[in-house]
């Protein structure tokens, strides 16, 4: 069972450069969302998505950019990276109305 | 705006003790959920309370609910050190997005 499935684990940018955090689902979730974790907070959401085509913005959406072409994949843009986006981030599904959220491993970013 | 609060923050206790954490928030929602997360790991679904007066148990840990006060308790019992680790909380709001509380860090001496 893969369930939530996050690339890169790992990653070092430099400021200004842009990426793409990938995120796949294999258990036909409707709901998506990313979030960061920052040290001594707890997570916050920055975009979330109730399906396919539809997309949303959370606490923290900018600097980052979503889509959800398909059910299963959720990437996580960064448009020009600042320092201030280091952070651990998480990707997460789950079904529609009843049931857990599922979380990725978590993609470790770091930008100097 | 929505805040989810947990308190403690930090909780050290003792091997065999009880302790309650609790989580409150600030709008209307009957969907709780609470997680367990290791260091440098991700998060563990504990438990998900969906209605007033939910309670639900595993081991030695109980959740419940209480969307009139707003509040949402995790109760642990006779802790043992392995459920060291960081719990947090988390509500659904009528948009359908999930909002976290801050986590509270309980440590189990022996």
């Known amino acids: 069972n893969a369930g939530v499935t996050q690339t890169p684990k790992f990653q070092v940018l430099k400021t200004g450069q842009s990426m793409t955090l990938q995120c796949a689902q294999d258990?036909?979730?409707?709901?998506m969302s990313w979030y960061r974790q920052d040290p001594g907070m707890g997570l916050r959401l920055i975009h979330y998505s109730v399906g396919a085509g539809i997309t949303d913005q959370g606490e923290v959406p900018n600097g980052y950019n979503v889509s959800r072409s398909t059910t299963e994949d959720f990437p996580l843009r960064l448009l020009s990276a600042a320092p201030s986006q280091t952070s651990v981030y998480f990707c997460a599904s789950r079904p529609r109305y009843f049931g857990a959220q599922h979380f990725g491993d978590g993609t470790r970013l770091s930008i100097l | 705006e929505l805040k989810v609060e947990q308190n403690p923050l930090f909780l050290s206790m003792q091997e065999g003790k009880n302790y309650t954490i609790y989580c409150n928030y600030s709008?209307?929602?009957?969907?709780l959920y609470w997680y367990r997360q290791d260091p440098g790991k991700s998060l563990e679904s504990l438990f998900v309370?969906?209605?007033?007066?939910a309670v639900k148990q595993e081991g030695r840990l109980m959740a419940s609910l209480d969307t009139k006060a707003r509040l949402s308790t995790l109760h642990i019992t006779a802790a043992v050190h392995d459920l060291s680790a960081t719990y947090f909380c988390a509500v659904l709001t009528n948009n359908n997005d999930m909002r976290f509380g801050a986590g509270t860090r309980l440590t189990v001496k022996p």
């Open positions: 309370l969906l209605s007033n007066g």
């Open positions: 258990m036909n979730h409707e709901y």
């Open positions: 709008t209307t929602s009957d969907r």
